[in-house]
């Protein structure tokens, strides 16, 4: 009989780091089951979207690993194929008139800097000569009117169409417009979701060539909500290095899976920090996580955003670093995503400009 405990098993296999990461496979929850016999373990492995190379490099190391252990005779590997993505056809959905392309900013978590890269790659379009609006669709935690360094509030015109601000060239409207600048939303879900259709059909947002969503940080049923009102050329995800955040990327490509709408790619935030000073480079919070799982999971990847105080800076005063900095670092690399996210939609296609009722 052999003498080796699945929990034995387990601590084996946590030794065993998820290719590309520092965490192991076991918190990952790539570890289904694991089952033990008579000279016999059993190791059921679920690698979700993992490459094949990925798998069969897990694969031979859990072998491994298993067989060093005593009484271990043979090991079998049982790999849980994932459910194919239903991507459903996605239903007619209402064009916003003069709006050429919708595409939603997305992150599976809060904290990743999502609507700070909503606002500056949305400059980044507009500096690119494109028409560009920016729906703040983040009702309970609206961060647009601070970071465009706007503090008025929207009116309405003669025929009661919601006329939106204008900041650096773009468009945007944002619930923080609505109401005073500390008053809190305590909204039930049917309130916020007639609140955005609003946004969606009586704004005024003239003629636009990109119309930019930021959407609230989560998957829940606030994002595919708004994500099945409007049809979507893409979405984008912000992520950061952090193994927790990058877990959460596959969350927000099955929500876009589940919508009908393509993932246009994944930017990577707070990539790398570079010393004022003496220009040293340190990655805080590692590096390339995010490169990696757009890979991993075969989707574009956008491009990587430095961490720096002067993007911070801009925020926080309403000059956001693409306008602050236009020739700076951060800029360009705004301007690279800006171009790929083009690239991307073209490569979708796109429709003429929907004719303004």
Request: hydrophobic share 45%; aromatic share 4%; charged share 20%.
């Amino acid at each position: 009989m052999s003498s080796v405990t699945p929990q034995q098993i387990l601590e084996a296999l946590k030794q065993i780091k998820y290719p590309g990461y520092s965490r192991d496979i076991v918190s990952f929850g790539l570890v289904r089951d694991v089952e033990v016999g008579t000279g016999t373990v059993t190791v059921a492995l679920a690698p979700g979207g993992a490459s094949a190379e990925a798998v069969q490099q897990i694969s031979d190391e859990v072998e491994a690993r298993v067989r060093a252990l005593a009484s271990v005779e043979t090991v079998e590997i049982k790999i849980e194929q994932p459910p194919r993505p239903v991507v459903r056809e996605a239903a007619r959905r209402a064009d916003i008139a003069g709006v050429r392309d919708i595409v939603a900013v997305a992150s599976g978590k809060g904290g990743v800097g999502k609507s700070t890269v909503a606002v500056n790659l949305a400059l980044a379009l507009q500096a690119l000569g494109h028409r560009v609006g920016l729906l703040d669709a983040d009702v309970y935690g609206p961060s647009v009117p601070t970071l465009l360094g706007l503090s008025e509030r929207a009116g309405t015109d003669d025929s009661g169409r919601i006329q939106p601000l204008v900041a650096y060239g773009i468009k945007a409207i944002s619930m923080g417009m609505l109401l005073e600048r500390s008053q809190p939303v305590i909204w039930r879900g049917p309130m916020i979701t007639k609140l955005l259709t609003q946004f969606f059909r009586d704004v005024d947002w003239g003629v636009l060539d990109y119309l930019l969503l930021d959407l609230p940080p989560g998957t829940g049923d606030a994002q595919l909500s708004i994500a099945q009102q409007v049809p979507l050329a893409g979405g984008v995800i912000v992520t950061t290095p952090q193994d927790v955040a990058l877990l959460d990327v596959e969350r927000g490509i099955a929500m876009f899976h589940q919508v009908g709408a393509p993932v246009l790619g994944v930017v990577e935030n707070m990539s790398y920090h570079v010393c004022s000073g003496c220009g040293h480079r340190a990655e805080i919070f590692g590096h390339g996580g995010g490169r990696a799982m757009a890979e991993r999971s075969g989707i574009p990847f956008l491009g990587e955003i430095p961490l720096v105080g002067a993007i911070r800076e801009g925020s926080d005063s309403g000059k956001p670093i693409v306008v602050a900095e236009p020739h700076g670092e951060c800029a360009q690399a705004f301007a690279t995503i800006a171009r790929n996210v083009v690239a991307e939609v073209e490569k979708r296609g796109r429709t003429d400009l929907p004719t303004i009722q």
